[in-house]
């Protein structure tokens, strides 16, 4: 009897803290100017791009990035069509000889 028990308590201890996961933002549920006041005012947010993808999206002037990547524009889907976002990535020095 004394295992069932235990079986049971850890059971609701993992419900209970699986619970208290909170899901990432889906940027395809949001409008342009609801998601870009969300990254400006959290600094940098993980966020649901589509059904199996998600990225960290960054405010354009901070310092969110770790160098040397620096705050490059990418675009989201919103519910209002796509939103341009800031990424963290490094820069791509493609200059000729």
């Not at 998600?54 to 990547?69: A, H, I, L, S």
């Not at 919103?78 to 791509?92: A, N």
Request: with cysteine.
């Amino acid at each position: 009897m004394p295992i069932r028990r235990l079986v049971l308590m850890t059971a609701a201890i993992l419900l209970a803290v699986t619970s208290l996961a909170e899901a990432r933002p889906d940027t395809r549920t949001m409008g342009c100017g609801q998601l870009q006041q969300l990254i400006q005012s959290d600094h940098a947010v993980v966020l649901t791009t589509g059904p199996n993808t998600y990225d960290r999206y960054v405010r354009q002037f901070g310092n969110e990035c770790d160098w040397p990547e620096v705050p490059m524009s990418a675009y989201v889907p919103t519910r209002d069509g796509h939103c341009p976002v800031y990424r963290c990535e490094e820069p791509v020095n493609n200059f000729p000889n």
